[in-house]
């Protein structure tokens, strides 16, 4: 269900590294726990922040929850779709509905994230 070339935090934000960009969403289960999306805020490019900040939001029929950014780094670009097609974060949460690329400052940052198995283990911690 979780992508293994993806790294995971414990607020539910994915990250997939290709050099020094890293491509960041929220995971399957986040997107479960939210219901229909129906709005997402997301930053401008250029935009930076620290691991742990929150770059944005989703709005959906039951809430709205901040997304945080698991390694800090600068926006290199947002994904366009989502402005139009919010819902797209029910139907692809780990493909599609990619929120920013960021450019990663502190790479060493991205040891404290879980695999895919651990974050797996992580959520059935969580529910029992």
Same mark, same amino acid.
Request: hydrophobic share 40%; charged share 25%; net charge negative.
């Given at each position: 269900?979780?992508? !293994?070339? $993806? ?9 997939? /590294? ?5 491509? #960041?969403? &929220?995971?399957? $289960? ?30 959906? /029929?039951?809430?709205?929850? %901040? #997304?945080?950014?698991?390694? !800090?780094? %600068?926006? /290199?670009?947002?994904?366009?779709? *989502? !402005?139009?097609?919010?819902?797209? &974060?029910?139907?692809? +949460? ?5 929120? #920013?690329?960021?450019? #990663?400052?502190? +790479? ?5 994230? *879980?695999? !895919? ?12």
């Amino acid at each position: 269900m979780y992508p !293994a070339d $993806y790294v995971y935090s414990k607020d539910h934000e994915w990250i997939l /590294v290709e050099g020094d960009i890293g491509t #960041i969403g &929220i995971t399957e $289960y986040a997107q479960h726990e939210l219901g229909d999306v129906v709005f997402a805020e997301l930053p401008k490019v250029g935009d930076t922040f620290e691991a742990g900040d929150s770059f944005g939001s989703v709005e959906s /029929v039951k809430a709205v929850s %901040e #997304i945080f950014c698991p390694v !800090a780094g %600068e926006v /290199v670009e947002v994904n366009p779709l *989502l !402005a139009e097609k919010p819902e797209l &974060i029910n139907e692809s +949460p780990h493909r599609e509905a990619w929120m #920013i690329k960021i450019r #990663i400052t502190r +790479p060493e940052e991205l040891r404290g994230l *879980l695999s !895919a198995e651990e974050y797996a283990e992580y959520l059935q911690e969580q529910s029992a």
